[in-house]
């Protein structure tokens, strides 16, 4: 069904704000809506769910970045983001997009964010 694409990690300073975006030009618009969209970090050896919209329009997020991340997905465009906000040197990681349907789960590449002073 085709692998998404992550775009907009880099380096920030502790405190401010990225916007990482997650693109699925393969999919065809109606796998796009019925899938759930997640982004997942990997700073050792385990990848944690950090946000997570499902296809009927809730959203769910790890204790952890509650209150500083928002995933927002806009669906005619085929396209998932992850606002991060308040950013802290332990959010650096590598960000991942993945789009799940039943057991089925395509990974995207990674983008790399990190949080330094």
């Known amino acids: 069904q085709g692998q998404p694409v992550e775009s907009g990690g880099g380096l920030v300073q502790p405190g401010g704000s990225l916007r990482l975006s997650c693109a699925a030009p393969r999919i065809i618009l109606s796998v796009f809506r019925i899938s759930d969209w997640s982004w997942y970090r990997q700073a050792g050896k385990e990848r944690e769910l950090v946000a997570i919209s499902?296809?009927?329009?809730?959203?769910n997020y790890a204790d952890s970045v509650k209150g500083r991340f928002a995933i927002s997905r806009d669906n005619a465009r085929k396209k998932v983001y992850l606002q991060m906000n308040s950013l802290k040197p332990e959010d650096t990681a590598v960000y991942y997009c993945?789009?799940?349907?039943?057991?089925?789960?395509?990974w995207g590449q990674g983008t790399q964010v990190t949080v330094s002073s």
């Open positions: 499902t296809s009927d329009g809730r959203t």
């Open positions: 993945a789009r799940q349907e039943g057991s089925s789960i395509d």
